[in-house]
């Protein structure tokens, strides 16, 4: 008499299995995003490693009126080179804090990123972007997404909301830049070179991108 043998059953995967490896597949797919995205994390690290101590940048014993104009612009430009990335801390959190409290600016702004980068900036060259039923080139997608950012940026409550929260924390800035006196900051060759956290920006992190995007015009 035979007996009958149980079969294995596997449940088959959850949707947000599917979701997730699907998105994980999507990014590891783009290795311009993955270095760009390792790069960004290792110049922010660097440059976060060079911010300077909160307490000397509230040090009231510290504040004095500027003497001139001469002055002022002297002690920004000191104190720029000292707490620059204090100051940049600064302003993105200001401008993180109008976003914040503005729910559809801040989406329209995510999902703008979001199509620049996954529609154009590292999207495999071998992977069309269809929609409708009709393929776009990189050249189309390229304008629509010009098209698109100038629309957001000039036509819409977005522009004068960055650019306000902009103005704000360069005020902010300005303001503590010419009232700290910067005598007792002592600064080393490479903050009186300029280099921080523009250049790493501007340099490691963003060399990936810049590639991608040569290649593709």
């Not at 993955?34 to 000397?56: C, G, H, K, M």
Request: charged share 15%; glycine share 6%; with cysteine.
């Amino acid at each position: 008499m035979s007996s009958s043998q149980t079969l294995p059953i596997l449940d088959p995967p959850s949707s947000s299995t599917t979701g997730n490896a699907t998105w994980s597949s999507a990014i590891s797919a783009t290795p311009a995003l993955r270095a760009f995205v390792a790069r960004l994390t290792d110049s922010t690290r660097r440059a976060f490693n060079r911010r300077r101590p909160w307490y000397e940048l509230i040090d009231r014993t510290a504040f004095s009126k500027p003497e001139s104009l001469t002055d002022a612009t002297s002690r920004i430009r000191k104190n720029f080179n000292y707490f620059r990335v204090n100051y940049m801390t600064l302003l993105t959190a200001v401008i993180a804090f109008s976003l914040i409290s503005h729910p559809f600016s801040l989406l329209t702004i995510v999902s703008l990123l979001g199509a620049w980068l996954f529609l154009y900036l590292f999207r495999p060259s071998d992977q069309p972007v269809v929609i409708g039923g009709r393929t776009f080139s990189d050249r189309e997608m390229l304008g629509i997404l010009l098209l698109l950012t100038i629309f957001v940026v000039f036509l819409t409550s977005v522009g004068s909301l960055l650019m306000s929260a902009a103005l704000i924390g360069l005020g902010i800035v300005c303001v503590h830049g010419a009232f700290r006196d910067p005598e007792d900051l002592f600064l080393d060759d490479q903050d009186m070179a300029g280099a921080g956290l523009f250049s790493s920006f501007s340099g490691a992190a963003t060399s990936a991108a810049v590639a991608d995007v040569m290649a593709r015009v």
